[in-house]
């Protein structure tokens, strides 16, 4: 195993360098600059210029790039332009309630996943695989935003049962059970999508693998259908679900950008939206890079724990 | 007369669109061995299912199928599951998929005994570790994961399994055909024991006669969903009273009947020829170790062995996918080492090749005529016209006809497929054919047919074979000299009367001694006694 990790090490580094560059030249190939925002709309162009030299916009942009790369090096991202503050305060701030958002998406999403993939692969109703069958398209098709607002306008002011934004005044560590309150819809506006695909996935392998032989030996011996659905076939559509669901920690990062603006969630998604439309480069580039390295380290991970989890992996091959 | 314990009666099965069993009608006593025979098709893996209420969805049963007087078709999900493992048991063709790869075996057997209310877990690992020495496993691998087992041990498992909950009827669908002849002979060996032991009922189904003869005391012979006849078991093999069922018996090819006439040993320089050849797979011991054999012109090579013992592998080296670790290979009188892309292209275009499955060797989306031709495109012979001409002239070779070259391979059967195959491995005029298990996929009269086939165009056309086969009988029938290898070297080599009939090493014997005879009262006196004692000097 740590032969294998070794292995990976020098193309994760590769990735990690292409997204740096990637990242610095997207930035500054998108129209308007941060001194122009920083400076209003009624400054001079030598105001501008000032502001520009002042940020070190005026050197060539390899000179640029490789002070950022040093600063990221060595854990100093620098100053935030407009936001006020280091990078690194205005991440610790924000990154708490990120996590906290992500780790309960996932949390329902698995749970969903784990839940109504057997109950869709099992059923042998007509009417329940319809129903289920429309509620995961609508769980994919509709736009993360979209959802939000309809959550927002159906139990936050329609029927107002729970807060429609924000977090709890006292902080979310004061009172979980209030947290929970606010949470709830921000949270589940996250999952949908991830647990909708996964879902998919979990009740397609569990319908190709209760046509293997094996489950075939397991009914013909008297283990009932149940068991060997969520004992025996699941077990073996676990280490490709991970993987799926490695996969959709993309979809994650980028929803939580949309549900937090949405639920006005104040996370790294909402502290990346205000950076982007201040131009504020230096945030937007670590955001950026730091969504990247953990995307990149939870494809490791999922690798990793997908070999872990497959016996044939795990003790080397047939003999 | 004893009542029986499993009785099928009037059963049909119907899938949307087709009928796969019509009107069965079976009777299985206590404690005899009843074996189900027939080819691909005949609808007897769907009457083997279909007792135990497992048809897949969308499937209809009608009729009966009666268990110790109880009605078991239309009986509700939790009394069938009650019935299966404990009253009948089945076992299943292919050990490599029968187990869960990522759970413990001892494990997976476990599962049956708390299915069949073994509540306790000390009592569930001690029966697992009983049942598993009753099958020749050591008890302590119970811990162990399928894919750290052989196909045999696999086999055994599964037997173990399916054994576990003590049911009084076992069902066996083609229980040895994946295996290995010598493995084959084991597991038989197991089955009868276990048989007799636990006085099992066993309901065999298998396409094998040899099989059959060693195994069953009665037969019945299915074809296209219904049983043409049901007879003792010596009674058929003496006199078998449906036409279909003699013409079983005669395609099915016999080891100690005459093969081939000999033909005299040429003198000619040999078109395939290796010397000392050692092959290396990265990581492995080699995959071939010293092996030095030649194929002469016109001459038909038989490349015998169990599965690992390489011959696919010098096939492989034959066609100059795989190159030497030492040794030399010489193809056509040209030493292949050192040879760039070019040289090697004009002599592969000497060499045709046979697989063993058609319907993955022919492309799905080509009609037969695309097929045929596409050797002769590659290759730049002659204009479209005449490609198209020689590909009418080969379909009328192989029996077929032009009118089939319009037609894609989902719309052939298996041995048209593989008459296709040939076909297009003959379009080069090759000097030298690789058939690769050639009919290892096909049924056993459409193998008899493919193979007389096989011998008149190797008459007309004169081209040299190395014909790579597991079916010692096969090779008997078309081969003028055989190579046994095993493990990557070669046994022995030498003309196929010669070397079948009067083995010189022990391996040899051992493998022909584990092919079982077609006829019931030769094989049984044959049976367990030498196959194991020649496998015990082998070891």
Redesign the interface.
């Given at each position: 195993m740590t032969a294998y990790l070794l292995r990976r090490l020098p193309s994760l580094a590769l990735v990690l360098a292409a997204a740096s560059v990637l990242i610095f030249a997207v930035i500054r190939l998108v129209p308007g600059d941060p001194a122009t925002a920083l400076a209003g709309a009624n400054a001079t162009p030598e105001a501008v210029e000032a502001i520009r030299a002042e940020l070190g916009l005026d050197r060539p942009w390899v000179t640029q790039y490789f002070a950022w790369l040093g600063g990221l090096l060595t854990f100093d991202p620098g100053r935030s332009y407009l936001i006020g503050g280091t990078i690194g305060s205005l991440i610790t701030e924000s990154l708490g309630n990120t996590l906290l958002l992500a780790s309960s998406s996932l949390f329902l999403a698995v749970l969903t996943a784990l839940v109504l993939g057997p109950l869709w692969a099992g059923t042998r109703k007509p009417w329940l695989e319809h129903l289920l069958t429309g509620i995961n398209t609508l769980a994919v098709a509709v736009p993360t935003f979209v959802m939000g607002v309809a959550l927002i306008l159906l139990l936050g002011v329609l029927v107002p049962v729970l807060p429609s934004g924000g977090v709890p005044r006292d902080g979310l560590l004061a009172n979980p059970s209030i947290t929970v309150q606010y949470l709830l819809l921000p949270a589940v506006c996250l999952a949908l999508p991830i647990g909708a695909v996964l879902t998919r996935y979990v009740a397609e392998s569990l319908r190709t693998e209760m046509a293997q032989p094996y489950v075939v030996t397991a009914l013909a011996a008297g283990v009932s259908r149940r068991r060997v659905l969520l004992r025996h076939a699941l077990r073996n559509v676990l280490p490709t679900s991970l993987t799926v669901l490695g996969l959709q920690t993309g979809a994650l990062l980028g929803g939580a950008v949309l549900v937090e603006f949405t639920f006005s969630w104040p996370g790294l998604g909402l502290l990346i939206e205000r950076a982007i439309t201040g131009r504020d480069y230096p945030v937007v580039q670590v955001l950026l890079i730091l969504s990247v390295v953990v995307f990149a380290v939870l494809q490791l991970l999922t690798d990793v724990a997908h070999a872990l989890l497959d016996p044939r992996v795990r003790l080397g091959g047939a003999r | 007369m004893t009542d029986p314990v499993l009785t099928i009666d009037g059963l049909s099965v119907r899938f949307p669109g087709a009928t796969a069993v019509e009107d069965v009608s079976l009777a299985l006593l206590p404690d005899e061995v009843l074996a189900v025979v027939g080819e691909s098709g005949s609808g007897k893996s769907v009457t083997a299912?279909a007792v135990?209420g497992?048809l897949?969805?969308g499937a209809t049963a009608t009729g009966s199928v009666a268990f110790d007087g109880q009605e078991l078709l239309g009986l509700d999900?939790?009394a069938l599951?009650?019935?299966?493992?404990?009253r009948i048991?089945?076992v299943?063709q292919?050990p490599s998929?029968?187990?869960?790869?990522?759970?413990r075996v001892g494990w997976?057997i476990g599962?049956?005994l708390?299915?069949?209310g073994v509540k306790s877990r000390q009592a569930r690992a001690e029966r697992v570790g009983e049942l598993l020495g009753q099958v020749g496993i050591p008890p302590e691998r119970a811990r162990d994961?399928p894919?750290?087992f052989?196909g045999g041990q696999k086999q055994r498992i599964?037997l173990a399994?399916?054994l576990?909950?003590d049911p009084d009827v076992l069902i066996a669908d083609e229980p040895t055909t994946a295996l290995d002849v010598t493995v084959q002979a084991e597991i038989l060996a197991l089955l009868r024991e276990l048989q007799r032991g636990r006085r099992l009922a066993v309901l065999l189904i298998t396409h094998n006669m040899g099989v059959v003869a060693d195994l069953a005391d009665r037969v019945a012979v299915m074809r296209d969903g219904r049983v043409l006849e049901t007879q003792d078991v010596r009674r058929l093999f003496a006199a078998p009273s449906t036409e279909y069922a003699r013409e079983l018996l005669a395609s099915v090819p016999r080891l100690g009947r005459q093969g081939r006439a000999v033909r005299p040993a040429t003198e000619a320089a040999p078109v395939f020829a290796v010397d000392d050849l050692v092959v290396d797979y990265p990581g492995r011991k080699a995959a071939l170790d010293r092996i030095t054999l030649a194929v002469t012109p016109g001459e038909v090579l038989g490349l015998v062995g169990e599965s690992g013992s390489g011959k696919t592998t010098l096939g492989r080296v034959a066609v100059g996918r795989l190159g030497a670790a030492s040794g030399t290979v010489r193809l056509f009188g040209t030493d292949l080492a050192g040879l760039g892309r070019r040289e090697l292209r004009a002599l592969r275009k000497r060499i045709g090749v046979v697989h063993q499955d058609p319907a993955a060797s022919l492309d799905p989306r080509r009609t037969v005529l695309e097929s045929i031709t596409e050797p002769l495109d590659v290759h730049r012979v002659g204009t479209p016209a005449t490609r198209v001409a020689r590909a009418e002239e080969l379909l009328e070779q192989v029996a077929l006809g032009r009118s089939y070259g319009s037609r894609l391979p989902r719309e052939l059967s298996g041995g048209q497929r593989q008459r296709v195959a040939l076909a297009r491995a003959l379009a080069l005029e090759p000097d030298l054919l690789l058939a690769d298990e050639p009919t290892s996929a096909l049924d056993v009269s459409v193998q008899a047919s493919v193979l007389e086939l096989f011998a008149e165009l190797q008459e007309a056309h004169g081209f040299a074979c190395l014909f790579i086969s597991h079916d010692l009988a096969v090779v008997n029938q078309v081969a003028d000299r055989v190579a046994v290898m095993r493990n990557g070297q070669l046994v022995e080599s030498g003309p196929t009367g010669e070397v079948l009939t009067r083995p010189s090493s022990a391996y040899t014997r051992a493998l022909v001694d584990s092919v079982p005879v077609p006829d019931p009262d030769e094989q049984r006196a044959r049976r367990l006694p030498t196959v194991l004692t020649s496998l015990k000097n082998t070891a």
């Open positions: - | 299912l135990l497992l897949p969805p999900e939790e599951r009650r019935v299966r493992g404990a048991a089945l299943f292919e998929t029968a187990l869960n790869p990522v759970e997976q599962e049956v708390r299915a069949h994961y894919h750290q052989s599964v399994l399916a576990a909950a």
